[in-house]
């Protein structure tokens, strides 16, 4: 009785040490433990087993069952499961699936968490119809009964390897037979819904989350909500805002800036502007994402210094700008016609040790092409270190605009030459423009250049 006690009392301090991710020192309790005559058990190991796939390493965990072996303790499922479980956190997929082979070599019986973990690592995989495979067997061998994690964990690899209507149909059967979903398994199959763009589909399955008995979080909501602005629903998507705001929710940064980014998109600036008041009125600390959002709006409007505030704000806060943030602001700077500017903030950037920015000059060769400074968008398309297909595809469009088709067309050759695509509209404005000045040879060579182009892609 004593050792039993002494054995539990050894078990709970080691696995406080082991959540306090204090292994060493736990493994030195075991130590002091065996000199006390207090000895471990499975129970001992299999704690030290998952501490040691959380804080070190695979490894070194399946090195513990060896040492079980010279104890004279034999590992159990749960050793296996928290093996199996920590190689699949690293990404080590197949060794997950090695270890399950192992498991069943020694002829321990998985139970229903061997089973969920193998189906995580089989869709991790992208292998979903052996993960498919193995829910059947489980149902149908009846071996071990499937618990809600097993339905959550089909529904949510389903949906991320494309299977969205499948998961729809087995949240539906599951539901039949008398299933209570769970938070996760709603918010698993919203998501997808969400991301295959089944908005109708996720609102309904949002409807019936809300008459659950359960509380769709702020994280459902916004989820749909973004779903509703990608698919151009935007009086739906502010009604699911609404919806937020009158069940009390906390509204954070990303919730908000996904709102104001598609009030931006569909140029209602007005709204914005309401939205952002709102977001500052209820206390929120915007972070980079917010603030790179915020700085795009103004510079829409053409409120540069507003934009150059934030700027100048976002490090008085002590974030660090990326490269989108200053990107935003050479493309404000260049819409506003201030090139000078803008080349003084491209600058600025190299400086700050960003080095060449692809985006922000495609940016800037796009500006003066549409301001008529063609001159100055060749001589910078020249002096640019990295070009892409993006960059062809400008200085095209804007030459043909400015009627040098000639020019053009030996630009759209030498692009084709680097083996990058321009859009078909734009190779048409080249053949288009030389055929009305008389270039109708020059016309057929592109063509043929481009039939070559495309021969060999």
């Not at 964990?153 to 149909?169: E, Q, T």
């Not at 915007?286 to 934009?307: F, H, K, M, W």
């Not at 700050?352 to 549409?370: I, Q, R, T």
């Amino acid at each position: 009785m004593v050792t039993t006690l002494s054995t539990k009392l050894l078990n709970i301090t080691i696995a406080s040490m082991c959540k306090a991710r204090q292994v060493a020192n736990a493994e030195g309790v075991i130590i002091d433990g065996i000199r006390l005559g207090v000895l471990p058990d499975v129970v001992t190991y299999n704690t030290l087993i998952n501490a040691y796939c959380r804080f070190v390493s695979v490894d070194a965990a399946y090195s513990i069952l060896s040492r079980m072996k010279e104890a004279g303790i034999s590992p159990d499922v749960v050793s296996y499961n928290s093996l199996i479980s920590g190689a699949a956190r690293k990404c080590l997929l197949s060794k997950s699936l090695d270890l399950f082979e192992e498991m069943l070599a020694k002829g321990i019986n998985p139970d229903v968490w061997s089973y969920n973990i193998l189906m995580h690592c089989l869709f991790k995989l992208g292998k979903p119809d052996e993960a498919n495979r193995v829910f059947k067997d489980i149902v149908l061998n009846g071996e071990v009964d499937p618990c809600a994690a097993t339905y959550n964990v089909m529904i949510n690899g389903l949906c991320k390897n494309g299977y969205v209507s499948n998961a729809l149909m087995l949240f539906r059967n599951l539901q039949r037979h008398g299933f209570a979903p769970q938070v996760l398994t709603y918010n698993a199959l919203i998501n997808g819904l969400c991301k295959a763009r089944r908005l109708g589909d996720a609102r309904r399955v949002l409807k019936e989350f809300g008459e659950s008995g359960y509380e769709p979080n702020a994280i459902t909501y916004t989820t749909v909500m973004k779903c509703c602005f990608r698919c151009r629903r935007f009086e739906q998507g502010l009604e699911i805002l609404a919806e937020m705001r009158s069940r009390g929710y906390t509204f954070d940064g990303f919730a908000y800036c996904t709102v104001i980014a598609a009030m931006i998109k569909t140029g209602r600036m007005q709204e914005a502007e309401e939205i952002i008041e709102l977001m500052v009125s209820n206390g929120i600390r915007p972070d980079l994402v917010s603030y790179n959002t915020l700085i795009n709006l103004y510079c829409r409007q053409g409120r540069l210094e507003d934009a150059l505030r934030l700027l100048s704000e976002i490090e008085e806060e002590g974030l660090e700008c990326d490269q989108y943030t200053h990107t935003i602001i050479v493309d404000g700077l260049c819409k506003a016609g201030n090139f000078a500017g803008a080349q003084q903030h491209l600058n600025y950037m190299n400086m700050l040790g960003f080095g060449f920015n692809l985006v922000a000059f495609n940016c800037m060769l796009d500006g003066l092409g549409k301001a008529g400074h063609i001159d100055h968008a060749m001589k910078l398309f020249e002096v640019m270190e990295v070009k892409d297909s993006f960059t062809y595809t400008i200085l095209v469009h804007n030459l043909c605009k400015a009627g040098r088709f000639l020019c053009a067309s030996k630009i759209l050759v030498s692009c084709l030459k680097c083996g990058y695509h321009v859009l078909r509209v734009t190779q048409r404005a080249v053949i288009d423009g030389l055929l009305s000045i008389g270039f109708a040879n020059e016309a057929r060579k592109v063509k043929s250049k481009i039939r070559m182009a495309q021969l060999l892609r």
